[in-house]
């Protein structure tokens, strides 16, 4: 019996100027992405958040079922009424994400990190 989450590295997260901070800097195997998505909820939820910035700026490529996973995590949170961007994005990520561009077409991205707080600034 496996066990979920155990045995890998989890996405770390923070929280400044009352957005939800996630820098992916782990390799994202399926659990990972599942612990990401709950970690993510629950820390949206827990402290009342409004804002999620998601920075993939450390992911030089990325298949497209991680980013059907991204995706969904940045619709999950839509759905709790969080206003999210995607940062950060490298040339050969934005070929794998244009793939599956019905799923990324409602999702708001910004180049760099302090574009996306300054975007999230100004939809508050």
Do not use: F
Request: hydrophobic letters at 50%.
């Amino acid at each position: 019996m496996s066990k979920l989450h155990t045995d890998r590295a989890r996405v770390g997260m923070s929280i400044s100027q009352g957005v939800l901070l996630i820098p992916l800097q782990v390799e994202l195997y399926d659990d990972v992405l599942l612990a990401l998505q709950e970690d993510a909820l629950q820390y949206l939820e827990q402290h009342a958040l409004k804002h999620m910035l998601l920075d993939l700026s450390q992911l030089q490529v990325i298949d497209q079922h991680i980013a059907q996973q991204l995706a969904q995590l940045m619709h999950m949170a839509s759905l709790l009424g969080t206003t999210g961007v995607v940062t950060g994005i490298q040339p050969a990520v934005a070929v794998a994400l244009a793939d599956g561009q019905d799923i990324w077409a409602h999702i708001n991205t910004a180049l760099t990190l302090d574009a996306g707080l300054k975007w999230l600034k100004n939809h508050a």
